[in-house]
């Protein structure tokens, strides 16, 4: 069997995006550019003086690790000279950052990114990612506005995310299904190994941080006695898994099976993860695999947002689990 190329395969899909004019394919290369150039960092990690934390905090006051600013750089960089992006909202900046050059101004699409998920992993050597949300933009004869980046996520065009694992995978979606790419470090591309992929409609993993079990609601500690529970019909008790990488729990229960939960705590009432660059883009992979996801009440991609990086509380995975866990929650 011949390899497919993510470049050969988006020109192939081109035909999904009639009025497109191959900007979003442009735009998607230029995302795998990005994130073969972080890849190549990731690996090297631990060889150079990029370890560690940067010594500054970002606008959610955590510490940014140097990885998280180069890997900032690089989709700014490669967005912003690939010419398809007019605008971005990272995790790693405050405010939204324009893209100046002459053609970008002109340019469709904005982007969401996360340029590196489960950051405080690095040091450790276990799986990190990248992950982003693609919008038109509402009206691009005029310059971007911030409404541009506050669509619900049922507006995106495409999502995805990299993970950098013990291979390199990119994993996307433009509303067509889902497929995904291992990079074949011989020959520098991302190859299709994974395509049209479906999360199974239940599993037998259960994923949250469960440190934080005194603060969670009651509906999250009720679906976590219910994980326990020994029950041989329904392959209870399910397995714990937690990475702490957001894009390495979500790939392996996207997969394998299974429910991950970042509900809202007595500390954090919307919880830690991010709307726009974490949730919506993996709610809309999820949704195309005939998974499920939920803010323990309603569905993540009708939610509106107000605010660039607002949070919220995220259930995501398997819809037989994560309908249970919303049962419990109330709904
Ligand atoms: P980021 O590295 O982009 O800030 O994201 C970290 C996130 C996410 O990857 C993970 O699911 C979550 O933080 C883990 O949080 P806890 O350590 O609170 O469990
Ligand atoms: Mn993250
Ligand atoms: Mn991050």
Redesign the pocket.
């Known amino acids: 069997m011949s390899l497919k190329t993510l470049g050969q395969f988006i020109i192939e899909r081109q035909a999904d995006f009639p009025y497109a004019k191959g900007e979003l394919s442009r735009l998607l290369r230029d995302i795998g550019i990005a994130s073969k150039i972080v890849n190549r960092e990731v690996n090297k990690a631990g060889l150079v003086d990029i370890l560690g934390a940067q010594g500054t905090r970002?606008v959610h006051g955590e510490n940014v690790a140097k990885l998280?600013i180069y890997?900032n750089d690089q989709f700014i960089g490669a967005l912003g000279s690939g010419g398809e992006t007019s605008a971005i909202a990272s995790?790693?900046n405050d405010e939204i950052v324009p893209i100046t050059t002459k053609v970008s101004k002109q340019a469709k699409y904005v982007v969401c990114v996360?340029?590196?998920?489960?950051?405080s992993n690095i040091d450790v050597n276990v799986s990190i990612g990248?992950?982003f949300a693609i919008y038109r933009r509402l009206d691009s004869d005029k310059p971007y506005i911030e409404a541009d980046f506050l669509q619900p996520g049922t507006a995106q065009v495409a999502a995805g995310y990299v993970i950098y694992g013990s291979s390199t995978m990119l994993v996307y979606t433009t509303g067509h299904g889902v497929n995904g790419f291992t990079l074949d470090p011989s020959i520098g591309e991302f190859c299709l190994s994974h395509p049209d992929m479906k999360c199974p409609e239940t599993g037998s993993i259960y994923s949250i941080n469960e440190g934080n079990y005194s603060r969670f609601p009651d509906g999250v500690k009720k679906y976590i006695k219910h994980c326990q529970v020994d029950d041989d019909a329904t392959g209870r008790p399910y397995a714990s898994r937690y990475i702490g990488s957001l894009v390495a729990d979500f790939h392996r229960n996207l997969l394998k099976g299974g429910i991950f939960i970042y509900p809202s705590t007595a500390k954090s009432p919307n919880g830690k993860l991010r709307l726009l660059?974490?949730c919506n883009p993996l709610a809309f992979i999820i949704e195309q695999a005939g998974g499920k996801a939920s803010d323990g009440q309603q569905r993540i991609l009708d939610l509106v947002p107000t605010a660039l990086h607002q949070r919220t509380p995220f259930f995501i995975g398997s819809t037989e689990m994560v309908n249970h866990a919303e049962e419990l929650m109330g709904v």
């Open positions: 970002n998280d890997a995790e790693e996360d340029p590196l998920d489960g950051s990248s992950i660059y974490e």
